[in-house]
C-alpha cells in the first residue's frame, strides 16, 4: 500500500509562487499516473493537473493552465506542481494521488474516481 504525504504548501500574496511536493512511500509511483487536486471549504474536490505514468504527457484545469507546471521525478518517487501567479481563488488544500490502475504510458486520467491513495494535503492560502 502507498503512502502520499504532500508538502510545500502556505501562505502566499497574489501573484505569488510556491512549489508542492508528493512524496511516496511502500510503492513505486512509476507504473500509475499521478494528479493534484484540490478542495476548498465549499467547493467539491477539483482537478488541478495529472501526469502520465511516463510524464511525456499532462493535463490541466481550465483555472490553471499556463500558470501551474506539473512534473514528477519516478526515480525519486515524488511528483511535484509548481504554482505561479497565484490567486486567491487558489486557496484550496491540495491533494495528491495515484490512479486506480496501470493506464497507458500515455494516458493521462482526468476524473476523481480514476484516482486513489489520497494523501492527506496541504493548505495553500492566497492573500488579496
Known amino acids: 500500500q502507498v503512502e502520499l504525504v504532500e508538502s510545500g504548501g502556505g501562505l502566499v500574496r497574489t501573484g505569488g509562487s510556491l512549489t508542492l511536493s508528493c512524496a511516496a512511500s511502500?510503492?513505486?509511483?512509476?507504473?500509475?499516473?499521478m494528479g493534484w487536486f484540490r478542495q476548498a471549504p465549499t467547493t467539491d474536490r477539483e482537478l488541478v493537473a495529472a501526469?502520465?505514468?511516463?510524464?511525456?504527457?499532462?493535463a490541466y484545469g481550465d483555472s490553471v493552465k499556463g500558470r501551474f507546471t506539473i512534473s514528477r521525478d519516478n526515480a525519486d518517487n515524488t511528483v511535484s506542481l509548481q504554482m505561479n501567479s497565484l490567486k486567491p481563488e487558489d486557496t484550496a488544500i491540495y491533494y495528491c494521488a495515484t490512479s486506480t490502475q496501470q493506464f497507458s504510458r500515455t494516458f493521462v486520467p482526468r476524473r476523481t474516481i480514476e484516482y486513489q491513495s489520497w494523501g492527506r494535503g496541504t493548505q495553500v492560502t492566497v492573500s488579496p
Open positions: 501526469i502520465s505514468r511516463s510524464g511525456m504527457n499532462v
Open positions: 511502500g510503492r513505486t509511483l512509476y507504473p500509475y499516473a
